[in-house]
């Protein structure tokens, strides 16, 4: 009995410990990718700006690009919290996103497994490489050999696991009752949080048939599929909590739309069953990996071409189910094109409101960039990354929304106003750039365990005390046209660079008395360089509130250590 229970146990620790090398190897790959693609991904969700049909497209590319549906949901609904895309555009790349990350049950189908060990130990030596294009395509590589190592791990511990009797009796079970197979693969994937194992284990567990092991069948295994895409559906809920009323019912469509996926294969279970099964005679081999890979692209890229035309109805059940309670971040009318030519005086009023809505992103960027100053978190980085691109998009599109108006003829004053209007978009625009070099630098020290000292702390909190008080003070004055505030906001950016000339000499001097190490702090002084230059953009705002002709000095007279900073 001793003997049993030790054996079970080493079993069960090759399964999970398989698993978690499986799902750090997806999240180590996903991650990796979105690196290397950077400000691709940003180009490429904005492609879908125009109709359902691009944003299924785009949600498959991205989602094959990044390898992660998550990812794919979350930059979207970034999108859907700034109001910078639709429902309906956001409900193609969700459907995008379900075919998308069928790729990586086809990749784990491959007979590519055997090069794990290759694959992670070549991604391991070029994670070393200082080139940070061929250190994030190491992390791919490493993350697929991870994935494939972990497979083969957990199949170690399955073989033995599969050929108990108990085991057999839970195989049968599942392909004799569909419906006890879609409650434990829609369970299963929830705690897991990810379709693709549990995908994977499946596949596994299908392929031991092959060596003689008696496992499940597809009867069984396609209502586990069919659970598998509702319980991956947890991810989007998670990343909606908190959100706005969109992101909300972006989350809720998509579990329409896998809940949906799901009622109606079960119903045509038989034939479907029966296809894959003649799919697989005729051009797989018998319990092949790529059967259940097929499977699950089949049943998505179906699903997608038959809801694709119901998509007005699934936005009419999220709007009834998911009440709007709240007041929209982003104006209606903005980037109508027929208010220019209704009134363009009107249309520069509502593009303030953008302009406003913008700086209210910056606001919330730069609340994540403090608090990541002092406290590592994944998630406060990608939430981060996720301000930058929503800021990036807003100034392209009020900039190039402005330049219709003005090409719409107004008056002096009015032009006066539309030119100032330009100069702030681009001054937020390049307060994003700040916080995100701000980001990137303590990403850096974090990954080199390199720590504030407790005097680099008390000087950090007073500057962001200091901006997060002048950033305040920016919005409200633009917002009123509140001269006198904008005054005040004049005079706080002059002691902003005496705390960060101040900051910086006790930088200095805390190497000079070898206090801290050049290593340590490397990059302190360029955090702070970063940190006053969003002062100066501040300063430029709330100088054309109090002259709206006002040129920024930065552009007729730059400081000195200014010149290079905005290149």
């Excluded at 199949?155 to 569909?178: I, V």
């Excluded at 330049?403 to 107004?410: C, E, F, P, Q």
Aim: aromatic share 10%; glycine share 8%; charged share 20%.
């Amino acid at each position: 009995m001793t003997v049993a229970l030790v054996g079970l146990g080493n079993n069960l620790m090759y399964v999970f410990g398989g698993l978690a090398l499986f799902l750090f190897g997806i999240n180590l790959m996903s991650d990796s990718l979105k690196a290397a693609a950077g400000t691709k991904l940003k180009t490429i969700i904005e492609k879908s700006t125009n109709t359902p049909l691009k944003g299924i497209l785009v949600g498959l590319l991205l989602t094959m690009l990044i390898q992660s549906s998550s990812g794919t949901t979350a930059l979207t609904i970034g999108l859907l919290r700034a109001g910078l895309m639709t429902l309906p555009q956001s409900v193609g790349i969700i459907m995008g996103a379900n075919i998308g990350t069928t790729v990586t049950a086809f990749i784990i189908g491959l007979p590519i497994a055997k090069f794990g060990y290759i694959f992670l130990g070549v991604g391991v030596i070029m994670t070393f490489i200082g080139r940070k294009r061929v250190h994030h395509i190491g992390g791919v590589l490493a993350g697929l050999g991870m994935l494939f190592v972990g497979l083969e791990v957990m199949s170690s511990g399955l073989k033995p696991l599969a050929s108990t009797p108990e085991a057999e009796q839970m195989f049968q079970t599942f392909s004799q009752n569909w419906f006890l197979g879609t409650v434990f693969g829609t369970i299963f994937t929830a705690i897991v949080q990810s379709s693709s194992a549990a995908i994977g284990i499946l596949e596994k567990l299908y392929a031991l048939n092959a060596e003689g092991i008696e496992t499940i069948t597809l009867s069984g295994a396609i209502p586990i599929l069919l659970g598998a895409n509702i319980g991956t559906t947890i991810t989007a809920f998670l990343a909606s909590i908190g959100g706005n009323t969109e992101s909300k019912r972006a989350a809720f469509i998509h579990v329409l739309f896998n809940v949906l996926m799901t009622v109606v294969f079960l119903i045509l279970l038989v034939p479907y069953r029966t296809f894959i099964i003649w799919f697989e005679a005729r051009f797989l081999t018998r319990y092949s990996m790529l059967s259940i890979a097929f499977a699950h692209a089949f049943q998505n890229t179906a699903m997608t071409v038959i809801l694709f035309f119901f998509i007005k109805q699934m936005i009419t059940a999220a709007k009834f189910v998911v009440k709007d309670k709240t007041v929209k971040h982003l104006p209606v009318e903005i980037f109508d094109e027929k208010l220019i030519n209704e009134s363009p005086t009107l249309a520069l009023e509502v593009a303030k409101r953008g302009i406003l809505s913008m700086g209210a992103v910056i606001q919330e960027y730069f609340d994540i960039v403090k608090s990541y100053s002092f406290k590592e978190d994944m998630k406060l980085v990608e939430e981060g990354y996720t301000h930058e691109m929503i800021t990036d998009t807003y100034d392209q599109k009020l900039h190039d929304y402005l330049i219709k108006i003005s090409m719409a003829g107004l008056e002096m004053s009015d032009s006066a106003k539309l030119s100032r209007d330009l100069d702030t978009i681009k001054d937020f625009e390049r307060i994003g750039d700040h916080l995100t070099n701000v980001l990137e630098f303590f990403q850096e020290r974090y990954a080199e365990s390199q720590m504030l000292s407790e005097e680099g702390k008390l000087d950090l909190t007073q500057m962001y005390a200091v901006l997060g008080q002048m950033l305040k003070d920016t919005l409200e004055s633009f917002k009123n046209q509140d001269i006198e505030l904008a005054k005040q906001v004049v005079k706080t950016e002059d002691f902003v660079d005496e705390l960060e000339e101040k900051f910086r000499y006790r930088y200095i001097e805390r190497l000079k008395n070898q206090q801290i190490t050049f290593v340590k702090a490397a990059n302190f002084a360029d955090i702070l360089a970063n940190l006053e230059r969003i002062g100066d953009h501040l300063m430029n705002i709330v100088s054309s509130v109090i002259e709206p002709m006002y040129v920024p000095q930065s552009i007729i007279v730059p400081k000195p250590h200014e010149v290079d900073i905005d290149v």
